[in-house]
């Protein structure tokens, strides 16, 4: 069946900035969905607007401001209708890391929620790892990649901007980065290229997304 994301359906739920209230929220809730994470002013975003429907993410003029999870939740659709026969999934829309222009007290707190988010957690949660095609493997990227491994989190890496690598050179480069990024991060998934800006790798990207959410619907009904 071609299921597609129900953009129509994407509603903002909550936005959280205490770690008790987050750690009630995960605790309480027997959420699906997923997880967007990146660097701050890497397409977060307009990625997720491309994804989930235009809008549904603010997108700040000034990186590194949002210090709060914001959770979204939304539904599949099945040849233009809401698809009703799986359960309320959610999206939660993680604060950007590595902006320096931030306070010591604002970074302290980004940590606490953080920890708390990918403590709190289970495995029906896919994290998806922003980052910039132009600049992979910053030192900030490669700094939340240590931090994420532990956790055991399903996380798939995702390079946005790929309409701004403007000759083949650049595109051979980002090409021959993949086995090392598999070698250096061998628990990652997959690797998607998108462009959030042209839609480009959107499709692939929604329909890895959606067989995640569909194979933890079946795995919670074998449970029951």
């Not at 401001?65 to 939660?92: A, H, M, Q, V």
């Amino acid at each position: 069946m071609d299921f597609k994301i129900s953009k129509s359906s994407t509603k903002f739920r909550y936005g959280i900035s205490d770690p008790n209230q987050l750690k009630d929220f995960l605790k309480n809730n027997n959420a699906i969905g997923i997880g967007f994470i990146g660097r701050s002013n890497v397409g977060k975003s307009s990625s997720i607007n491309a994804i989930f429907g235009k809008n549904t993410a603010r997108i700040s003029k000034t990186p590194g401001r949002t210090r709060e999870i914001n959770i979204f939740s939304f539904g599949l659709e099945l040849e233009g209708k809401l698809y009703k026969d799986t359960p309320e999934f959610f999206l939660f829309d993680l604060p950007g890391y590595g902006h320096a222009k931030v306070s010591k007290e604002m970074k302290t707190q980004w940590q606490e929620l953080m920890h708390t988010f990918f403590t709190g957690t289970n495995e029906k949660i896919l994290m998806l790892n922003l980052q910039d095609a132009r600049h992979p493997m910053q030192d900030s990227d490669l700094e939340f990649r240590d931090y994420l491994e532990p956790f055991g989190h399903h996380t798939f890496m995702i390079f946005n901007k790929l309409d701004k690598l403007k000759t083949q050179k650049e595109r051979s480069a980002l090409e021959k980065l993949k086995p090392r990024i598999f070698k250096e991060s061998s628990w990652v998934e997959q690797l998607h290229f998108i462009s959030a800006e042209k839609g480009t790798g959107i499709p692939p990207l929604e329909s890895a997304i959606i067989n995640f959410l569909l194979l933890h619907v079946e795995r919670e009904k074998i449970k029951e």
